[in-house]
């Protein structure tokens, strides 16, 4: 079983720059992603970086707001959230997803709170 633990969660400002981490326990087949969920809304994807390379994909609603990378050589990934929102408030989960966002392994989450 992999094993991912989110960090970097709190509050935050709107205007600020939070910094969410992941890492995970085994290597990722296919993408290392972020998922969130906001109170009385479904989990929705928000970016996700492919194992190989540069490829990331991004939700309309963060593109150029968000930047999710991944450290070379490691099954660690970052979510830098610019100019958060105080709609972007969610529980944000590190996940490794296959092709069209399927989860395969979830961390806990780390609640981010922007206001």
């Known amino acids: 079983q992999v094993q991912l633990v989110e960090s970097g969660g709190g509050s935050a400002q709107v205007g600020g720059s939070p910094r969410l981490s992941c890492s995970a326990s085994?290597?990722?087949?296919?993408?290392m992603a972020w998922f969130r969920q906001a109170p009385g809304q479904k989990r929705e994807a928000v970016a996700a970086v492919s194992t190989g390379g540069p490829s990331t994909m991004y939700v309309d609603s963060v593109k150029g707001r968000f930047t999710i990378s991944r450290e070379s050589g490691k099954n660690t990934v970052h979510l830098q959230m610019a100019s958060p929102k105080s709609e972007d408030t969610a529980l944000y989960y590190c996940?490794?997803?296959?092709?069209?966002?399927?989860?395969?392994?979830w961390g806990q989450g780390t609640q981010v709170t922007v206001s």
């Open positions: 996940a490794i997803t296959a092709m069209g966002w399927a989860l395969l392994y």
């Open positions: 085994a290597d990722a087949l296919m993408y």
